[in-house]
T-cell receptor, first 109, second 116 residues
Framework: GQNIDQPTEMTATEGAIVQINCTYQ??????LFWYQQHAGEAPTFLSY??LDGLEEKGRFSSFLSRSKGYSYLLLKELQMKDSASYLC??????????WGAGTKLIIKP | DVKVTQSSRYLVKRTGEKVFLECVQD?????MFWYRQDPGLGLRLIYF???????EKGDIPEGYSVSREKKERFSLILESASTNQTSMYLC???????????????FGAGSRLTVL
């Protein structure tokens, strides 16, 4: 079967760095996505990786290793507004998205 | 600002009632999707549509139907609501009609349905 694993919850301190991991086992691979979802709000797109390596976008970076079935989202200089759930999703060989359950990130002052 | 609008944020219905969840996008997107989101589970695809009057079953279509009479509107219908359909329902749309490219989803804010 197809599976996306990510930690259920993480806690970090304002100003620090946090890494949220995502491992996947899917039927084929056509890209990996990270979305951010604040409580009670719509998920919003953060990043897309289709080739191995690191993609940097301001305070957020996303890394992909296709051979290891592994990605991480790195958040630097954490702010209270980064408290949210982070959803990892992989597009499989049929171009369908398989979603992880999400990681709830709690930022403490 | 691009938008996906879901008509109801909160609904409470009784078992057996017919429920309509409406979704409208103003971005001229070709693709529209209905997901449900439950605690501890990833988003699960109910139905999707790549064109007007076209629909495809997702992973969990049982108990649901959809309608897409106009490009901008995609409706989810629960013919006879049951308690196990209590959930958050998310509508999304995307532009890229081809399978390549990022094909980023734009989501609505969600409709939280409670079936008593």
């Amino acid at each position: 079967g197809q599976n996306i694993d990510q930690p259920t919850e993480m806690t970090a301190t304002e100003g620090a760095i946090v890494q949220i991991n995502c491992t996947y086992q899917t039927s084929g691979f056509n890209g990996l996505f990270w979305y951010q979802q604040h409580a009670g709000e719509a998920p919003t797109f953060l990043s897309y990786n289709v080739l191995d390596g690191l993609e940097e976008k301001g305070r957020f970076s996303s890394f992909l290793s296709r051979s290891k079935g592994y990605s991480y989202l790195l958040l630097k200089e954490l702010q209270m507004k980064d408290s949210a759930s982070y959803l990892c999703a992989v597009r499989d060989s049929n171009y369908q998205l398989i979603w992880g359950a999400g990681t709830k990130l709690i930022i403490k002052p | 600002d691009v938008k996906v609008t879901q008509s109801s944020r909160y609904l409470v219905k009784r078992t057996g009632e017919k429920v309509f969840l409406e979704c409208v996008q103003d971005m001229d997107h070709e693709n529209m999707f209905w997901y449900r989101q439950d605690p501890g589970l990833g988003l699960r695809l109910i139905y999707f549509s790549y064109d007007v009057k076209m629909k495809e079953k997702g992973d969990i279509p049982e108990g649901y139907s959809v309608s897409r009479e106009k490009k901008e509107r995609f409706s989810l219908i629960l013919e006879s609501a049951s308690t196990n359909q209590t959930s958050m329902y998310l509508c999304a749309s995307s532009f890229d009609a081809s399978s390549s490219g990022a094909n980023v989803l734009t989501f609505g804010a969600g409709s939280r349905l409670t079936v008593l």
